[in-house]
């Protein structure tokens, strides 16, 4: 038989750009001065001892060096500082604030020789390491920085900033997994540990949002809760890695443990207005329908909710299908904020089905304020089109595209405006300006043109036979798409039973491909499938036969083309082996369909099996009862089983 019928992360290197300069030069200085041992500088006695002198004048320099620093003299402070330093050459704190002073006088050089000598002097100065690392990292002397940095770690482990430093320098040579690796090395060490966590997490949600497969992305999901776990545990305040908690458990379908989390943040913070609408929706999701609503109302009556908060909430009331506490919100959104299109269009749309004037009298008023929003207008034509006031639509949307030609509309309109415009056209009977508008909805997006057939389908008679008209001319136009237009007035006609128009069109489609390559791509197994349909409805079945196989030839798996030889081999009684071959290739895709079964039992009848036959057709019978074509070839195999043998 023949059947045919869609946690703000960081993207740098590996989000570890770990520690801005902001561990850089100085930063890791003491701000007091620096220590001398004999005391300090006050002491019960009527004088100083030379040593407590000396440390009298090292912190009077100190303190000199300083203030210049602070009034930006720093040619000053540097000479202060090296006096400080002649006085105590050992002085880690004098150095490096002598290095940093340098820096600003353009003294690079200087300042890295003379911390470079320091470092030799005193291996193991954390410090002056740490300056020295930094420098070598500004400088993009990765190797030198990273070996600096391995050798900080090793003497001076429980530092985090060393770890942060090495894995950054690290990242730099896009290796990831010696990133990770030094970062749950230094978690081990490092006191506190929980810096080193924080980047390893970002890492874990770079994996997160990037994974390929359901499966990677679970793994680096839970890896990447663990951390915040760990991290939460350590630093119980931690808001923003509580709501990171939140959003993950939500992802991943916990919806309990993410309200339970969402609840402390609304505790701990019962000013922020988006903990409240998560926790809402949380409850939803928890099919809470009341206790979300109860959370709604709470925040609302709590805070003084900016325009977006009611925006939000009157979402949260909608997807609760609470219509009249979503419009209350809705309507103070739009009021508070009178220049938001999308404010009143959400209020509007929320008495579109109960009362449509409201609907349009809420518009209305929004167009007042906003006289040449695209969004408005649009909605407003669409609702129009909605109830079938195809001419008041088509005024709206007229107006619309003389602000785009103009640019003066505040906003584009959307992907759908060509689109609707045809179909407004379409029904309007104006079909050359429905064409000019399709034309240009395909231009922006090819999907249009079939959405605009499927929707002729669906349609009445009368519209169908318009759209045709539409179609037509449409085909006309000089369009870098004309194969197509004519494929779909191919499958209009098709559609209509019209076959010898169809076959026409088709045949226009292979004439245009060869003359215009670039249009090939329209030649897929759809295509062959329903021109080898089309030809072999008007006779012409030598030329359908090349057009199944060519189907099958971009595409083996298409059942119904695998039918279809099948079957009009077995009407023709020839190459029954290959019809046979065939059709048990669609019937192992499809088993229960009808229309296969029939096939395979016709196939069978033309070899001579009638018990086979009579078995699969009476199958067919039950799935498809009252099949005219069906119950004819059952009553030839039966009329075949009850005649005398040899008849």
Request: charged share 25%; net charge negative; with cysteine.
């Amino acid at each position: 038989m023949r059947a045919a019928s869609i946690v703000g992360i960081c993207r740098s290197r590996f989000a570890l750009g770990c520690l801005a300069i902001g561990l850089a030069v100085g930063c890791r200085s003491p701000q007091g001065p620096p220590p001398e041992p004999g005391g300090g500088l006050i002491a019960y006695r009527d004088s100083l001892s030379p040593e407590q002198e000396r440390t009298a004048k090292i912190h009077a320099l100190f303190a000199q060096a300083v203030h210049h620093t602070h009034a930006d003299e720093f040619a000053e402070a540097a000479e202060l500082y090296r006096q400080a330093l002649a006085l105590s050459p050992t002085n880690e704190v004098l150095v490096v604030r002598l290095a940093d002073t340098m820096r600003v006088l353009h003294q690079n050089d200087e300042a890295l020789a003379l911390v470079e000598h320091f470092v030799e002097q005193n291996p193991a100065a954390e410090t002056a390491m740490f300056w020295l690392a930094l420098f070598y990292k500004q400088a993009n002397e990765t190797s030198r920085g990273i070996e600096l940095l391995r050798r900080l770690t090793r003497l001076h482990p429980t530092l985090p900033a060393g770890w942060l430093q090495l894995a950054s320098l690290t990242a730099r040579e896009n290796d990831t997994n010696a990133v990770e690796s030094i970062l749950r090395e230094g978690i081990t060490k490092a006191k506190p540990p929980t810096p080193l966590r924080r980047q390893l997490l970002r890492l874990e949600l770079i994996r997160y949002v990037g994974a390929k497969d359901d499966g990677e992305r679970k793994a680096s999901r839970e890896r990447a809760v663990e951390l915040l776990n760990q991290i939460i545990a350590a630093v119980p305040g931690d808001f923003e890695a509580l709501a990171a908690l939140g959003e993950l458990l939500t992802e991943a379908n916990d919806y309990k443990a993410a309200s339970e989390i969402f609840e402390t943040l609304t505790r701990r913070q019962p000013a922020v207005t988006e903990n409240w609408e998560k926790l809402a929706g949380l409850y939803l999701l928890l099919g809470e329908r009341e206790r979300a609503i109860a959370t709604l109302e709470q925040v609302a009556h709590k805070l003084d909710l900016p325009p977006d908060a009611h925006y939000s909430l009157g979402n949260l009331y909608r997807d609760a299908k609470d219509y009249t506490n979503a419009a209350v919100q809705y309507k103070q959104a739009a009021e508070a904020s009178p220049h938001t299109p999308q404010m009143w269009v959400m209020w509007a749309l929320m008495y579109s089905e109960s009362e449509p004037d409201k609907t349009f009298e809420i518009l209305n008023r929004a167009l007042e304020l906003n006289p040449k929003s695209a969004q408005i207008m649009e909605i407003t034509a669409a609702l129009y089109q909605q109830n079938a006031k195809f001419a008041e639509a088509a005024k709206w949307l007229q107006k619309l595209h003389e602000l785009v030609e103009s640019e003066q509309a505040t906003e584009p309109p959307s992907q759908y405006f060509y689109f609707n415009f045809a179909l407004v056209c379409t029904h309007l009977r104006r079909t050359e300006e429905a064409a000019q508008w399709l034309q240009q909805a395909v231009e922006q997006d090819p999907a249009f043109l079939p959405a605009y057939v499927q929707e002729s389908f669906g349609a009445t008679a009368s519209y169908r036979q318009r759209a045709l008209q539409v179609l037509r001319a449409l085909a006309k136009r000089p369009t870098t798409f004309s194969a197509e237009a004519h494929l779909h007035l191919g499958n209009m006609y098709a559609f209509l039973e019209r076959n010898k128009a169809a076959v026409a069109e088709y045949d226009k489609v292979l004439a245009i491909v060869a003359a215009d390559p670039l249009q090939e791509g329209i030649l897929n197994a759809q295509f062959y499938f329903w021109y080898g349909v089309v030809l072999d409805e008007t006779g012409q079945t030598e030329r359908a036969i090349p057009m199944f196989e060519r189907c099958l030839e971009k595409d083996s798996s298409f059942a119904n083309a695998h039918n279809y030889l099948a079957y009009t081999w077995a009407v023709r009684n020839e190459r029954l082996d290959e019809a046979l071959r065939h059709i048990q290739i669609a019937l192992a895709m499809e088993p229960e369909n009808a229309a296969f079964l029939d096939t395979l039992g016709w196939v069978y009848f033309k070899q001579g099996q009638y018990a086979d036959a009579l078995k699969l057709l009476e199958k067919a019978n039950e799935l498809r009862p009252h099949d005219p074509e069906i119950e004819d070839h059952l009553t030839q195999t039966r009329e075949k089983l009850a005649a005398p043998a040899g008849k």
